[in-house]
């Protein structure tokens, strides 16, 4: 097992790829610490998680939200003893073209999916450090490819971006890794309707020939998070079917 008892605060657990990262972080033996906003949605990640032979742990928390994310997060350290690797996976994605944006719309993006990132990861490194363990943040192909109607989200993620490199510059010698998943178009509730009004438009951009699926996501970032990915810091893996190659 690539995670054998290693303690994994994840969110955006409750739906999508958060979801399936919970479920195939915990066949490879990660006792996962989900949190989200819908207490009701992580409950159900768990049940899929224990049905999938693994223990999950759940809390409902904001991440745009410091104080309480700091509090959700050091009560659920206390109780599982730490935590050995974040993935940082929540997200907002709501289309907004920019002549049309409102200020609102690019700070609730920039709070969650941004400013979010921070929070987590800032209260959650004195754990990973202690643990000399990791950090995997699920990013984005817009990032680099661009989305037209996405602006805020593919600024966040370019954010998050460089955010991953500077901080495996300043903690690698802390013996802790930092790095980046960033996903294609990928098969959720969230993007199921896109897909389906453009499938064939987007068959015609992935050489691989079909759309990413959950588990595809949640794959890279076990292999980012496991002892396999020793001597990889700062990087990005692009898990996109071949729709951007850079």
């Not at 919970?22 to 949605?41: F, L, P, S, T």
């Not at 998680?49 to 410091?66: C, L, P, R």
């Not at 941004?114 to 363990?133: C, D, F, Q, R």
């Not at 890794?177 to 993007?191: D, K, L, S, Y």
């Amino acid at each position: 097992m690539l995670l054998k008892d290693k303690k994994v605060l994840l969110t955006g657990a409750g739906r999508g790829i958060g979801r399936q990262i919970a479920i195939e972080m915990a066949k490879e033996g990660a006792i996962v610490i989900g949190v989200g906003r819908g207490i009701d949605k992580l409950n159900e990640t768990a049940e899929l998680v224990k049905k999938a032979g693994g223990q999950m742990y759940t809390a409902s928390m904001d991440i745009a939200d410091y104080e309480e994310a700091r509090k959700v997060i050091v009560e659920m350290a206390e109780k599982t003893g730490g935590i050995d690797v974040l993935v940082n996976c929540a997200a907002i994605f709501k289309e907004a073209y920019f002549v049309d944006m409102t200020p609102d719309k690019w700070h609730e993006t920039m709070s969650i999916d941004l400013t979010g990132v921070y929070n987590v990861t800032h209260i959650s490194i004195p754990y990973i450090i202690k643990a000399k363990g990791n950090v995997v943040n699920v990013v984005s192909q817009d990032a680099y490819y661009g989305c037209p109607g996405y602006s805020h989200y593919s600024a966040a993620k370019a954010g998050v971006i460089g955010f991953t490199r500077t901080l495996a510059r300043e903690l690698g010698s802390e013996g802790v890794r930092i790095n980046c998943v960033a996903p294609g178009i990928t098969e959720t509730e969230m993007t199921k309707d896109r897909i389906e009004e453009g499938l064939q438009g987007y068959l015609d951009k992935l050489p691989i020939g079909r759309i990413g699926q959950p588990v595809d996501i949640a794959n890279a970032v076990i292999f980012m998070a496991s002892d396999k990915a020793g001597f990889i810091t700062g990087q990005v893996l692009h898990c996109n079917g071949g729709m951007y190659l850079g």
